[in-house]
């Protein structure tokens, strides 16, 4: 039989280090990206917007929203500027 000493696991030692709560966290991220040109945005999809969405998502094996999102604004964009003009 095992004893109780040889199970038990040392714990790491307690850090005084001070952690930047969620909320500060949030704000540096949005700084970061805002500093990068990009743009924190809220936005509400419709029924047939969100159902296209996961569609996307699924075909493309996109995990995020955000990330599908900016994929097809790229893509939209590239093929926009490669249509022929007028």
Known sequence: ?????????????????????ATERVNKSIELLIKSG???????????????L????AIEEISTETKAINEVLIKFKQQLLNMPTK
Do not use: C, F, Q
């Not at 109780?4 to 930047?20: F, G, I, Q, Y």
């Open 1 to 21: 039989m095992m004893s109780m000493e040889s199970t038990t696991k040392m714990a790491r030692p307690k850090s005084n280090k001070v952690l930047p709560s």
């Open 38 to 52: 990009g743009k924190r945005l809220m936005l509400r999809l419709t029924a047939d917007g969100y159902d296209a």
């Open 54 to 57: 996961k569609t996307i998502m």
